[in-house]
């Protein structure tokens, strides 16, 4: 498996295939995302991120993910209402995916696998936990749900520079 995240496809929230290499260059934070979570008003501050660095070269990629509490029951057309609606969401949202167990999706085996947890464990604790990549589509880091997005900047601006 590549050490970067570019060869891997994912689907958009309509259902279209995109390759990871489309954001090349860019760098990219990771999030899986639920509408039903505690953690859900951290929607408003990855827009916020979003409206700040989008022009700099940051895209936000949320991946909604109903493994956690089944929070995030609906489908793509609701959950995309419900950001959008609730939120202002504009970054770009994907296809539901799962990201442990046998079927977790192939870049979320990657994002893992790259950036191990608390005490070396690869499997994702619940929603909202985030990947930063840089540029060139490496995994940089992993942070825990309780880290607020705009917590990141610090970091956000070092690999934007």
């Known amino acids: 498996m590549s050490s970067t995240i570019y060869p891997i496809t994912v689907k958009d929230i309509k259902g279209n295939d995109i390759v990871m290499e489309t954001f090349k260059d860019k760098v990219i934070l990771i999030v899986n995302t639920a509408s039903k979570c505690g953690f859900t008003p951290q929607y408003q501050s990855l827009e916020a991120l979003n409206q700040e660095y989008k022009d700099k070269g ?13 929070q995030e029951q609906g489908n793509e057309q609701e959950i995309s209402q419900f950001c959008e609606l609730n939120f202002g969401v504009t970054f770009p949202l994907f296809s ?12 979320y085996q990657q994002l893992k696998k790259s950036a191990k947890g608390l005490l070396g464990s690869e499997s994702i ?11 060139h589509g490496n995994v940089v880091d992993r942070y825990a749900p309780t880290t607020k997005p705009e917590e990141l900047k610090e970091i956000i601006e070092k690999l934007l520079a």
Request: aromatic residues 14%; hydrophobic residues 40%; proline residues 8%.
């Open 125 to 135: 604790k619940w929603n909202f936990t985030k990947f930063l990549v840089d540029k």
């Open 96 to 107: 539901k995916v799962e990201v442990n167990g046998p079927n977790a999706h192939p870049l």
């Open 58 to 70: 940051l895209v936000i990629l949320g991946f909604p993910c109903n493994q956690f509490g089944k």
